[in-house]
């Protein structure tokens, strides 16, 4: 079963464009095949639709992460199972 991960940007700033989501994941401990964000200016508009994305691509445990930027992704709580 595929394992995805949907970062959920709160803040309102902006991830680079270069940052690896996948690698961040998995450095933090958080299985993933497919990392989505959800942000007010990148990635989806809402969680529902990249859930929505990642189910469709296979993804049989999708978990999601409320995050922050201050340099880094900063995790602000730890990560919810949403399904699986």
């Not at 709160?10 to 690698?23: F, M, Q, R, T």
């Not at 998995?26 to 200016?41: H, K, P, T």
Request: include cysteine; hydrophobic fraction near 40%; charge should be negative.
């Amino acid at each position: 079963m595929k394992e995805g991960v949907i970062v959920y940007l709160v803040g309102g700033e902006e991830v680079p464009d270069n940052l690896d989501l996948k690698g961040w994941c998995q450095q933090s401990g958080l299985e993933a095949d497919r990392v989505e964000l959800v942000g007010a200016s990148q990635g989806f508009f809402d969680v529902e639709d990249a859930w929505y994305h990642l189910w469709t691509r296979g993804c049989g445990r999708i978990n999601l992460l409320v995050a922050r930027w201050q340099q880094r992704l900063c995790p602000v709580h730890p990560p919810v199972r949403l399904c699986g």
